[in-house]
């Protein structure tokens, strides 16, 4: 398959303390990658420099062949790179509806049929509803669809499940496998492995920014260095 | 009461309202968009009641050379001061209010060394008065007026339609999603900095032709201008356009009753009430979508 994304030595320092450390990161086209690691291994900040929303301190990322660390953040999402964050995502009062339109109105994305998002984000029922009165669960699927309004190749979700309930973590798992059906990669932090494990291709393990597994998830189980950090015995 | 007396005051307070709203919806914008609170607004609008003296002192058709010119000089001056000061604030909003102080006395400084402390006067564009029994209508406050009014049905239907009033309301209720819908957010705050000190200038210049100026003129009506925008909710545009014509006819009644010296105490007295009473203003603030 060939790469989609792909980071080179990359580190993100902050104070002199390396957040990532030399991570080579590669994400194929129709893929779905889980990243994952204990709280501090620099997954988040791993995110937030391929997203643009940090400056690597040293290393690069390139995005379908094109240098892409030195752009300005609002610019990748129009390359074809978009992301949510670990907190909802709703413009206040605006309708889930009016929500995942802004795009639109920037101009900088191709057109999107909005009612076959909302419906692909399990949001048809509600689009009239205020972004910020929608439960949690709910929120975090208006985060996936606005992300998504932006047409992205790749899609990078940033702890997606945490706090939903099995039912929405299920309903998003298959979200995520009909949004990488209809050809988008996705990279998705999160420490639900019963949510990841059914979804991911490849798993990528992290450790104090540094990346110490790279492969399927049937050799992470039986990874005795992940299985001491991370897993621990009752996932394997 | 005199029914003239009423409708007069009425009449000056709409038109004083107006300059209320030019001055604090740029207060407003910018807050929402970055929560800095800029005090140094107020000199933006003297600065473009000083352009005008400078440019055109001795009113009409003159005048609008003047104030095409006052908007200019305070957009760039806006422009230096976000790109200059205001822009290295974004991460510690209470920097670039302490930086709005400091801009106050330096700005008004510069204006005391070539024009000193004394007042000065603009004549109007417009010297027509018009009187209905006890009435006068000053055209030039008519002219105010409807030109105010012009000017917010334009924001707002840019505000509500336009691609760059979208993306303004989104930076302003969610600065990274608005990012990541391809919003360049500097670049959305520099075009508030510079629309709120164009907004200002209009109302400082629009001030300047119906009363004296002086270097010290911002302090006061800046202080107004952050008790509309918080009586209005602070970052909701609406909110401080109802505020301000709500300031306007409170001041204009205290007037028309006999207690124009308790004007100011009146307004601050208002705000006070509105902060204890309903913190988040008449309308809700940046949350409620600008």
């Not at chain 2, 409708?7 to 800095?36: C, D, E, H, K, P």
């Not at chain 2, 600065?47 to 003159?62: D, E, F, I, K, W």
């Amino acid at each position: 398959m060939s790469v989609l994304l792909e980071t080179r030595a990359l580190s993100k320092h902050f104070s002199g303390v390396a957040a990532v450390d030399e991570v080579d990161l590669r994400i194929a086209k129709g893929e779905i990658l889980a990243v994952v690691g204990p709280n501090g291994s620099g997954k988040t900040t791993l995110f937030n420099v391929t997203s643009g929303f940090l400056k690597p301190t040293t290393g690069s990322v390139w995005f379908e062949g094109r240098r892409i660390d030195e752009s300005a953040p609002h610019l990748l999402p129009g390359r074809g790179i978009a992301r949510t964050f670990q907190q909802a995502m709703t413009f206040g009062e605006l309708s889930v509806r009016e929500t995942v339109m802004v795009p639109g109105y920037t101009g900088r994305f191709p057109k999107v049929d909005v009612n076959r998002l909302l419906r692909l984000c399990g949001l048809g029922d509600q689009a009239e509803v205020a972004g910020n009165a929608l439960p949690y669960g709910r929120q975090r699927s208006l985060g996936v669809a606005l992300a998504l309004a932006t047409s992205p190749r790749l899609l990078l979700l940033d702890e997606p499940a945490a706090g939903l309930s099995e039912e929405d973590a299920a309903r998003l798992a298959a979200l995520i496998r009909d949004i990488r059906d209809e050809g988008v990669s996705v990279a998705v932090i999160d420490h639900n492995m019963h949510f990841l494990l059914p979804i991911a291709d490849r798993i990528m393990v992290m450790e104090t920014g540094r990346v110490i597994f790279d492969g399927t998830t049937a050799d992470m189980q039986a990874h005795q260095r992940v299985i001491d950090v991370y897993l621990g015995q009752d996932v394997v | 009461m005199d029914i003239w007396v009423v409708l007069q005051q009425a009449f000056n307070g709409l038109s004083v309202a107006s300059i209320y709203m030019l001055v604090a919806v740029g207060i407003t914008l910018v807050f929402g968009l970055t929560g800095i609170v800029n005090f140094a607004h107020g000199e933006l609008m003297m600065l473009g009641a000083y352009a005008l003296l400078v440019v055109a002192p001795q009113g009409g058709p003159v005048f609008v050379v003047g104030l095409v010119a006052a908007l200019v000089f305070v957009g760039l001056v806006s422009f230096a001061l976000e790109r200059g000061l205001f822009r290295y604030t974004l991460k510690r909003p209470v920097n670039g209010f302490l930086v709005s102080l400091g801009l106050i006395l330096v700005i008004q400084n510069i204006l005391i060394e070539f024009w000193t402390i004394t007042q000065k006067n603009v004549a109007p564009l417009f010297s027509t008065i018009w009187r209905y029994g006890d009435l006068r209508i000053s055209s030039q406050r008519v002219f105010i007026i409807v030109v105010t009014a012009l000017i917010f049905t334009a924001f707002g239907l840019a505000l509500r339609y336009s691609k760059v009033g979208v993306a303004l309301r989104a930076t302003a209720l969610d600065r990274e999603t608005a990012t990541l819908m391809g919003i360049p957010v500097p670049r959305m705050i520099m075009l508030t900095f510079i629309g709120g000190g164009i907004l200002a200038a209009t109302g400082g210049a629009f001030l300047a032709t119906i009363y004296p100026i002086s270097p010290m003129m911002g302090s006061s009506y800046v202080v107004k201008g952050f008790a509309v925008a918080i009586v209005g909710g602070l970052g909701n545009v609406g909110g401080a356009m109802i505020a301000a014509f709500l300031l306007g006819m409170a001041e204009a009644a205290n007037a028309a009753f006999g207690f124009g010296e308790w004007t100011d105490a009146v307004s601050f007295a208002l705000m006070i009430l509105m902060l204890l009473l309903r913190p988040q203003g008449l309308l809700r603030g940046t949350e409620a979508a600008i």
